[in-house]
């Protein structure tokens, strides 16, 4: 009997023991903690413990009616041990400014104004792991902020932004890492303001209003992210941003520059949006080797853009292919297949662009709403590929003997028999080939006043000449058929 009562004690004793090492019950704070300058935490008493006031551990939850944390220290790294920083809907709930070297990792944050806010002067901060949600504002990193770090967290639910850059008229936030964060369900992903040479990569940006914002902000690396069920990415009065390798499926919009040059958007899949890619008094861009598809709209579209390069695109299935629409002007239309669209191409009001070295294969080929706008169709020895040409090669050098008439403004005097896929085929016949060398050496030496000049064997810089560059071009291909 003294065996089962003693038995009985310990289990009683042992499940005390473990209901109070599981029971973590919030700490009301009524005030701001801090991380003093000299390493000390005020108060005393919050769940905050360092044994070499470098490293600064929550031991519970924390609930604030005021601000969470606000560190004075420089390199120093604070570990919220998977705890969670709560407020009430105001204040920030953690905050330094003028510190460098300064690490957030393992937080949950919420119910905040902002979650976190990097201020001025502040240089190679980590925030790393973090689940910051609930907040007006996830991450906010201020002026003159540089060499900082947002990898792997956790951004959910916030109300305006996920993560903000908020410089103020002058670019000061620059070198900044924005990397493999999952953002969603703010109003906008992410948002840089004045802020150049920073990088976005690996991020998975869902149902926020818009994806990825760049305002007033140039020289920026937006790549290899998947953007989903958002407004994708939009570049406003920002210069000199490259754009690559980024999934932007089903949003408004897949890519939309305004008032946004030289820039390049290369390497992207676009499709399932309304519309693809739109540029908006924007030039000198390259938009190039871009899978653009299925998308309701357009595809590519310019609107009173000029000197942009439209090269070696994919251009599929959606209702316009590409469209140039007011006072659009100068653009390369180049190497693009443009397939399967309700309309190929169509203009309205723009002149003076060069298309050229295209494959169409469209529900309908081409519309020039406006006739007395000309543009140009071929570069004097080849054009474009019409699906619907039905005129004979009979010299064999794949060029059709007859032009393709789009309107009487608009004449493909060079129509390609076949679909132009890379210059090594010179003969266009969709294989590259001994036919292509001996074209080449045939016309070895030739310049454009010579009498065997052949502009088809000029494939490789620098042109004007036929010589050994040429003959590398082709060969380095040899063997190689279409598609």
């Not at 595809?299 to 994919?314: C, I, Q, T, Y």
């Amino acid at each position: 009997m003294k065996n089962i009562v003693s038995a009985f004690l310990v289990t009683v004793i042992l499940v005390g023991t473990l209901v109070m090492a599981f029971d973590v019950r919030p700490v009301r704070a009524s005030g701001t903690i801090y991380i003093r300058t000299d390493g000390s935490i005020d108060p005393a008493d919050a769940p905050i413990s360092t044994f070499d006031n470098v490293t600064y551990v929550l031991t519970g939850n924390i609930t604030s009616d005021a601000g969470g944390i606000v560190v004075q220290r420089s390199n120093i790294i604070v570990d919220g041990n998977g705890y969670t920083l709560q407020g009430t809907g105001s204040g920030i709930g953690i905050y330094w400014s003028v510190r460098k070297n300064v690490t957030i990792r393992n937080t949950n944050i919420k119910d905040f104004f902002e979650g976190i806010r990097k201020d001025y002067q502040s240089a190679d901060a980590r925030i790393v792991g973090n689940n910051v949600t609930n907040n007006k504002c996830g991450v906010a990193l201020s002026s003159f902020t540089y060499y900082s770090s947002i990898s792997g967290n956790n951004i959910e639910a916030n109300v305006w932004y996920g993560i903000w850059l908020d410089c103020v008229s002058v670019p000061t936030a620059s070198g900044n890492n924005i990397t493999n964060n999952d953002i969603t369900n703010s109003d906008f992903g992410i948002w840089l303001d004045w802020s150049s040479s920073n990088s976005i990569s690996g991020n998975n940006i869902t149902d926020n209003q818009d994806g990825i914002i760049l305002a007033y902000s140039d020289h920026n690396s937006i790549s290899g992210n998947h953007i989903t069920n958002n407004y994708g990415i939009g570049l406003y009065c920002s210069n000199y941003n490259s754009i690559n390798g980024n999934n932007i499926t089903n949003d408004y919009y897949g890519i939309d520059l305004d008032y946004s040059n030289y820039s390049i958007v290369s390497g992207n899949s676009i499709t399932n949006n309304s519309d693809g890619l739109e540029l908006n008094c924007s030039s000198s861009n390259i938009i190039s080797g871009n899978n653009i598809t299925n998308n309701s709209n357009y595809g590519v579209a310019l609107f009173s853009s000029s000197d942009n390069s439209v090269s070696e695109n994919d251009i599929e299935s959606n209702s316009f292919g590409v469209f140039l629409y007011y006072s659009s002007t100068y653009n390369a239309i180049s190497g693009n297949t443009i397939a399967d669209n309700s309309y190929g191409i169509e203009f309205c009001q723009s002149s003076d662009n060069t298309i050229c070295h295209n494959s169409f294969d469209n529900v309908r080929q081409t519309n020039v709403i406006i006739d007395q706008y000309p543009n140009i169709w071929d570069n004097g020895c080849e054009g474009n590929y019409w699906s619907d040409y039905t005129g004979t090669d009979s010299d064999g050098d794949g060029v059709g003997d007859m032009p393709y008439v789009i309107d009487r403004y608009n004449v493909d005097n060079c129509p390609l028999i076949n679909r132009y896929w890379i210059p090594a085929d010179v003969n266009n016949d969709l294989i590259v080939n001994i036919l292509d060398v001996v074209k080449i050496t045939g016309a070895y030496g030739a310049t454009p006043l010579s009498p065997h000049w052949n502009p088809h064997a000029d494939i490789a810089k620098p042109f004007g000449k036929i010589d050994i560059f040429d003959i590398v071009l082709c060969t380095s291909h040899y063997g190689q058929e279409w598609p």
